[in-house]
C-alpha cells in the first residue's frame, strides 16, 4: 500500500487541526492504521492507533486531546487533535500495517506557534 497524509499545518495554541490519512493500492482492510510524529532533533514517537476492530491505543500525551478513528471501507484514518501546544509541532506521520507489511506517509508538519 502507498500511504498519503493531509491536514498539516500552522495553528494558534489552543487550537485544533484534523490530520487525514489514505492507504491505497490496498486490495483489503488493513489491521492497524497509526500517527506517530518526529519533532527536531527527536526521535520517532507513537501518538495513537486504531485496529481494524475499532480497538484504539494512545500515548500518555495524546490521551483526552488527540482522537484517531478510520474508515475501513475506505482505508482512511483521521487525527482530530485539540488544544495544541507548542511542543506538540513535528511532523506527523501515518502508518499502516498489515500482516508483516507497512507502509509510512511522507509526514505533514504541525506548527502550533502564536
Known amino acids: 500500500a502507498q500511504v498519503e497524509e493531509s491536514g498539516g499545518g500552522l495553528v494558534q495554541p489552543g487550537g485544533s487541526l484534523r490530520l487525514s490519512c489514505t492507504a491505497f493500492e490496498s486490495g483489503f482492510i488493513i489491521h492497524e492504521m497509526a500517527w506517530y510524529r518526529q519533532a527536531p532533533g527527536k526521535p520517532r514517537d507513537f501518538v495513537g492507533n486504531?485496529?481494524?476492530?475499532?480497538?484504539?491505543e494512545y500515548a500518555h500525551f495524546a490521551k483526552g486531546r488527540f482522537t484517531v478513528s478510520r474508515d475501513n471501507a475506505e482505508n482512511t484514518a483521521h487525527l482530530q487533535m485539540n488544544n495544541l501546544q507548542p511542543h506538540d509541532t513535528a511532523v506527523y506521520y501515518c502508518n499502516a500495517k498489515e500482516g508483516t507489511e507497512e507502509a509510512w506517509g511522507q509526514g505533514t508538519q504541525v506548527t502550533v506557534s502564536e
Open positions: 486504531m485496529l481494524s476492530d475499532g480497538t484504539t
